[in-house]
């Protein structure tokens, strides 16, 4: 199977967050996939993710560099900048939380830590079919989508 070289910059933030979960789960062998989502739920990076700190700051280092992908040298679509806006706000949304909302009393996430949750599934999910789809399948280490 022939390997893509070019990532979809939409795929980025779902690389981040999946190497950053296999991390916490490569720390801890011994715990779901479930609990690394929830250890990485209270990470400074998760932090900079849901405020839209992350893509702010990726925003600014793009503009710095002029739109100018650093690998190709081309200049990056304008739709792909719009596709990205688009990105941090669905994930600034999907991933907002109430300070100290984590679980109820009985132990439940309650219903916004359990949409974040459950986005951050989903963008493991998006990473995982991805690099099956490329070719570029042999870092993962979760197997969300096995």
């Known amino acids: 199977m022939n390997k893509i070289k070019k990532k979809p910059?939409?795929?980025?933030?779902a690389e981040i967050i999946y190497r950053n979960i296999a991390s916490i789960k490569k720390k801890n062998p011994d715990i779901s996939n479930?609990?690394?989502?929830?250890?990485?739920?209270?990470?400074?990076?998760?932090?900079d993710i849901s405020s839209g700190k992350f893509h702010d700051n990726w925003f600014r280092?793009?503009?710095?560099?002029k739109y100018i992908d650093q690998d190709t040298g081309e200049k990056i679509p304008d739709e792909t900048i719009k596709l990205l806006k688009i990105q941090k706000d669905m994930?600034?949304?999907q991933l907002f939380k109430y300070p100290e909302l984590?679980?109820?009393?009985?132990?439940f996430p309650l219903e916004?830590?359990?949409r974040a949750f459950n986005y951050l599934w989903r963008m493991c999910?998006?990473?995982e079919?991805?690099?099956k789809e490329s070719g570029n399948s042999e870092t993962l280490s979760l197997n969300i989508i096995e």
């Open 9 to 13: 910059y939409v795929i980025y933030l």
């Open 34 to 47: 479930i609990d690394a989502i929830e250890g990485f739920i209270g990470t400074e990076l998760y932090n």
């Open 61 to 65: 280092d793009l503009e710095n560099k």
């Open 91 to 93: 994930t600034t949304k």
């Open 102 to 107: 984590y679980y109820a009393k009985s132990s």
């Open 112 to 114: 916004t830590s359990q």
């Open 125 to 127: 999910e998006s990473y």
């Open 129 to 131: 079919l991805w690099s």
